[in-house]
């Protein structure tokens, strides 16, 4: 974050979320294409796809990191709680290349050593919202299981299950708030 490098810090991110889902995913669908007798190329566009959504899965939680989750009329995610605990989230790795230096560096001091008051999240929150972040966000989580996706559905033959398989990526990429 201090570098000001964003493609550098957007890696970081990147990468992590790529292990810490990407990967199991990826390794689950590989594995079930496996077993349905799928050929090289399916099971590689199937592990492609899995990654993806993986990936996706852990964008999109982040994003709802700043919007707070809500199952059945209950929070369950706070507001800001990757903030207050001085993660670097990928909003905040997209607000590098989308803020002002001085801005971006304001933020960062407020929320790098954790334990930010509510207030100071909130308006993290506000700055990573109005900077774009959010958007950039989203589009990255969306982009990555539609590039996914255009891969592996032409190698699939249609059926109820490929459906299901397609609406599990888009529910991922496009999640709400409302659990």
Not at 37 to 61: F, K, N
Not at 97 to 115: I, N, Q, S, Y
């Amino acid at each position: 974050m201090a570098s000001g490098d964003a493609e550098r810090v957007l890696g970081a991110v990147r990468f992590t979320h790529r292990l810490k889902s990407g990967a199991a995913v990826r390794c689950l669908m590989e594995l079930g294409a496996y077993a349905c007798g799928a050929t090289a190329g399916q099971r590689e566009a199937a592990a492609r796809y899995g990654e993806a959504v993986g990936t996706a899965y852990q964008i999109t939680d982040d994003v709802q990191d700043l919007t707070g989750v809500i199952k059945r009329g209950v929070p369950t995610k706070a507001v800001g709680e990757d903030l207050r605990n001085g993660k670097v989230t990928m909003p905040l790795a997209h607000a590098v290349a989308l803020m002002p230096r001085a801005e971006l560096t304001d933020l960062w001091e407020r929320v790098k050593e954790g334990g930010a008051c509510a207030e100071a999240a909130a308006r993290a929150v506000e700055a990573l919202t109005s900077c774009g972040a959010l958007d950039a966000c989203r589009q990255e989580a969306e982009t990555l299981v539609e590039d996914a996706w255009a891969g592996l559905e032409p190698l699939l033959s249609p059926s109820p299950a490929v459906a299901h398989l397609r609406a599990m990526g888009r529910d991922t990429a496009y999640r709400s708030r409302i659990a």
